[in-house]
């Protein structure tokens, strides 16, 4: 089975460990960034959605004048772009990078977060959008005639693309962990991203989205690629790694506490499945499976993905293995000093991981 790599793409040197206030983006850093990503043999990066943070596409086409084989992960929220317009300049930047765009819908986990931008469906009406839109963008980039819309959340009429994606169509991916999700995701995604859960959640959540996905009548090799996330953090021997972890740690609580001006426990539950989850799963222990470590989880009140795995780089190889034998064909790694751990990943990890796959292949079973 193939696994590829993904990482998270970053604009600037700030990170959670360092950050530095204000930064805006820093061309000769993410040129860098980007470049040790791709030769380092990473897949795919994702350039994430915030209200309030940079706009992924012209962050993405800078991406990808620079590189040659990353392929560039938009993460796009409906509720920001009509969609015969994304359509168009998702096709747009596929042609410009030669195939390399995959786009990462987000239908928006926090009601407060989507009325910054004038967003005030509810999240069941969000995922019920998602789905109008990702049909509408596959005709778009499908459709050959012009073609009208009636939805309930989209009406036109007419419209007619001639951008078209290099390779027919743009993979499409959802991510989350709430029923819609899966139903949406499970029935028309072509990849599904999950945040790292221990390997029993991890598979339950596997079952669901290929339970919606047979349910919407998908075979077997039709159905979503799986994409997990991690944030490992490495150093020569496990030993080592447990003491960074903790010095990783202390930093997120003082730059949390300090940010906030109040203590992680006072924040409010996030409104999101994925995050409820994580930080129930951080309840019952620190230390789940091999590596998979919670505290992280806790300490960022699961902003985003947070569990790390921790431990030398064979640690998280193994690690990684364990969620591929589950079936995860993606796996999302990025650390907590953003530049550095992607060299690491890039010497230590991929390799090995790759490795292992190679030897079992080469193993007559
Ligand atoms: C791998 C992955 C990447 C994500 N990236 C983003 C992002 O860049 N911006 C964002 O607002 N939400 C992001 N999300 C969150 C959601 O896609 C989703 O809207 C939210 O978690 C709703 O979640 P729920 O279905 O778990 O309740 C990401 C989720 C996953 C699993």
């Known amino acids: 089975m193939p696994v590829e790599f993904i990482s998270l793409t970053f604009p600037n040197a700030s990170n ?17 960034y980007a470049r040790n990503l791709d030769d380092y043999a990473f897949n795919y990066t994702l350039v ?5 943070s940079f706009d992924p596409f012209t962050i993405g086409a800078t991406i990808a004048s620079v590189t040659k084989n990353i392929k560039v992960i938009i993460a796009l929220r409906p509720n920001t772009l009509y969609p015969t317009v994304a359509a168009k300049a998702l096709a747009t930047l596929d042609q410009l990078s030669k195939g390399r ?5 987000i239908a928006g986990g926090s009601d407060a977060e989507q009325a910054k931008e004038g967003d005030f469906l509810n999240k069941e009406e969000r995922y019920a959008r998602l789905e109008e839109y990702i049909r509408i963008l596959r005709r778009a980039w499908q459709s ?15 419209f007619s693309n001639r951008v078209r994606p290099t390779n027919g169509t743009i993979p499409v991916s959802v991510g989350g962990s709430s029923d819609d999700a899966y139903r949406i995701g499970g029935s028309l995604a072509d990849i599904f991203g999950l945040w790292g859960e221990p390997l029993k959640e991890t598979k339950e959540q596997i079952d669901r989205i290929y339970a919606e996905a047979a349910k919407a009548g998908r075979s077997e090799s039709d159905r979503p690629r799986i994409w997990v996330t991690f944030r490992p953090i490495i150093a020569e021997t496990d030993e080592l790694a447990w003491a960074k972890a903790h010095r990783t740690l202390d930093a997120l609580r003082e730059n ?3 940010a906030q001006g109040k203590a992680p426990a006072d924040a ?4 999101n499945v994925g995050s409820q989850r994580l930080l129930a799963i951080a309840a019952r222990g620190e230390v789940q499976d091999r590596a998979l470590w919670y505290p992280t989880v806790t300490a960022t009140n699961a902003r985003g993905a947070s569990t790390a795995l921790v431990g030398a780089p064979q640690t998280i190889a193994d690690s990684i293995l364990d969620y591929v034998d589950l079936g995860a064909e993606l796996i999302s790694i990025r650390g907590y000093d953003n530049l550095n751990d992607a060299i690491d ?8 991981v790759r490795e292992a796959l190679r030897e079992r292949e080469a193993t007559p079973a």
């Open 16 to 32: 959670e460990i360092n950050p530095i206030p204000n930064a805006g983006v820093d061309p000769e850093f993410l040129v860098r």
């Open 48 to 52: 994430p959605y915030d209200s309030s």
């Open 101 to 105: 765009v995959v786009v990462h819908f």
């Open 144 to 158: 050959a005639d012009p073609f009208d819309w009636e939805g309930k959340y989209y009406r036109f009429k007419q």
């Open 256 to 258: 949390r506490a300090a």
């Open 268 to 271: 409010p539950p996030p409104q």
């Open 345 to 352: 990943y890039g010497r230590y990890v991929l390799p090995r």
